[in-house]
């Protein structure tokens, strides 16, 4: 049976995934009392309600320590492939990405592991990968963090492999910097013979290179607005033009721009913690991560949403952001809740729309 197409592949002009629903606090750093539980129960809640309300794609993040502080947020998560299993069985047609730091796991054991996930999903598995950058997390598994243009390098014979697996019917031999592997084979192939989609965020230099090289989906950081257009249009070129650009952000709306502003007061002034916020620029500084430097100046948005971009206001002006993204050329974002079932209504029966009625979704 060929691969079917998916939601990620539809006529939405801008589409939209939930982000980092798989750790506690998701991707937000306040102690207020409505913060994520990521319970597996409440996953599976949002990802049918993501399902139902016709997002393209949840997007987990790749976590193995917390952030410390009060909060600690991602202190609990789920493993990203078992948990796009789960989720995968449990939904019908949204895309689950598994997010996979290549450092961490055998290309052979992750190009099977997701191949079945694809199969479980019927072809609505898709890779993140990820080249690592959290010195502690790679100390826990004894093997450090390469300097940081090594790590691509790794990944790209990482990957390279692992795409052998997933295409060549015939056992083959492997030589490179990093393996050393003999008579490997892998079978069944992914869902319909044909790869998972794959997705890349490096911000570095050689980041976005790989990103370009390899990935359907590219995504980049949102500084600027008025730097944007600019930077999607280089990235898409360098990718030949043929990948999506997506960002990360999160979402905080209420009705008005009051109640929002009075909102985003309480989550980040009143309950955030600032103690994570300091750690996290911390450990991203030290662990090379191109956007260190820049997380140190921007705590508010560590709070809000681990530094990706703020998406915050009235319903109108949210979908009016998403209309600026869109306009400056970004496909589409994956963006966390503060949380994902309780803050999930607001996105379906007020953002949707509005986006609908500015043409970016059908
Ligand atoms: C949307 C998105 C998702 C990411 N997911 C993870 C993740 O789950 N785990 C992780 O360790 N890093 C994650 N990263 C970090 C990137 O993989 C990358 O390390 C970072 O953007 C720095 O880029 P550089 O390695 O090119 O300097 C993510 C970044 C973005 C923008």
Redesign the pocket.
């Known amino acids: 049976m060929p691969r079917p197409p998916t939601r990620m592949q539809g006529p939405n002009r801008y589409k939209l995934g939930l982000?980092?629903m798989n750790c506690s606090g998701g991707l937000t750093m306040t102690q207020a009392p409505e913060r994520w539980d990521a319970s597996f129960e409440n996953n599976r809640t949002a990802a049918r309600l993501a399902d139902e309300g016709a997002l393209e794609f949840l997007?987990?993040?790749?976590?193995w320590h917390g952030y410390k502080g009060e909060t600690d947020t991602a202190g609990e998560s789920f493993e990203?492939l078992t948990w796009a299993c789960g989720l995968l069985a449990a939904t019908r047609e949204i895309s689950i990405f598994g997010?996979v730091?290549v450092a961490l796991i055998n290309p052979i054991c992750a190009a099977k592991q997701m191949m079945t996930a694809d199969h479980i999903g019927q072809g609505r598995f898709g890779l993140?990968?990820?080249?690592?950058?959290?010195i502690g997390?790679h100390d826990m598994f004894g093997i450090g963090v390469r300097d940081?243009d090594k790590?691509?390098d790794y990944a790209e014979e990482w990957l390279s492999i692992v795409k052998r697996v997933w295409s060549e019917d015939e056992p083959f031999d492997h030589k490179g910097e990093y393996f050393d592997l003999k008579g490997v084979l892998g079978k069944p192939k992914p869902w319909g013979g044909e790869w998972p989609l794959l997705?890349?965020?490096?911000?570095?230099?050689?980041?976005?290179a790989?990103a370009a090289r390899h990935a359907d989906c590219l995504?980049?950081?949102v500084r600027e607005m008025e730097d944007l257009p600019e930077k999607v249009s280089d990235l898409r070129r360098q990718s030949g033009g043929g990948a999506a650009i997506?960002?990360?952000g999160h979402l905080i709306c209420r009705p008005t721009a009051k109640e929002t502003d009075e909102y985003y007061h309480y989550i980040v002034h009143e309950m955030g913690d600032w103690e994570a916020a300091d750690y996290t620029a911390e450990i991203r500084a030290r662990?090379?991560?191109?956007?260190g430097a820049r997380l140190a100046q921007m705590k508010e948005a560590i709070i809000s949403g681990t530094g990706?971009y703020p998406v915050v206001g009235s319903y109108d002006e949210v979908a009016e952001t998403f209309r600026r993204l869109s306009e400056a050329g970004v496909d589409g974002m994956?963006i966390g809740l503060v949380n994902y079932i309780d803050d999930f209504p607001a996105l379906r029966d007020e953002v949707l729309p509005r986006m609908q009625r500015l043409g970016l979704r059908v």
């Open positions: 982000f980092g997007l987990p993040v790749g976590r990203t997010t730091h993140n990968i990820v080249s690592g950058w959290n997390e940081h790590r691509y997705i890349s965020a490096g911000n570095s230099a050689p980041g976005r790989f995504f980049t950081s997506f960002a990360s662990g090379g991560s191109s956007s990706t994956a």
